[in-house]
């Protein structure tokens, strides 16, 4: 069965960097991506990443401070955090879907579109 397993999260000072992990099994998707939910907020998608071409979405509140990739050999998803701030604390949730279609797009940072979530794992930025 699919199972999706984060680590890597923990307490950072603002302006620093966590690197948070997912581990992919059971099936291989196309699009990844990370959520993340602060208390009393709506989860919301930070970063997507294609697989096949390798094509990443972010949001605009993270770009340029976050990174997707993915690591094809681990099946493992990567979100590298710098220059972090206090509204980057959340609980950070990788997602997987298989789309048929190549690249990332709006809907890959939707979480309705995702039917496969990991565990979570809560980050907090001070």
């Known amino acids: 069965h699919v199972q999706l397993v984060e680590s890597g999260g923990g307490s950072a000072l603002a302006g620093g960097s966590v690197r948070l992990s997912c581990a992919a099994s059971g099936y291989t998707f196309n699009t990844y991506s990370w959520f993340r939910q602060a208390p009393g907020k709506e989860r919301e998608g930070v970063a997507a990443i294609d697989t096949g071409d390798g094509s990443t979405y972010y949001l605009n509140s993270v770009e340029g401070r976050f990174t997707i990739s993915h690591d094809n050999a681990k099946n493992t998803l990567y979100l590298q955090m710098s220059s972090q701030k206090p509204e980057d604390t959340a609980i950070y949730f990788c997602?997987?879907?298989?789309?048929?279609?190549?690249?990332?797009?709006?809907?890959?940072?939707?979480?309705?579109?995702?039917?496969?979530w990991g565990q979570g794992t809560q980050v907090t930025v001070s």
């Open positions: 997602a997987a879907q298989y789309t048929g279609i190549s690249g990332c797009y709006s809907t890959s940072l939707d979480p309705a579109t995702f039917d496969y």
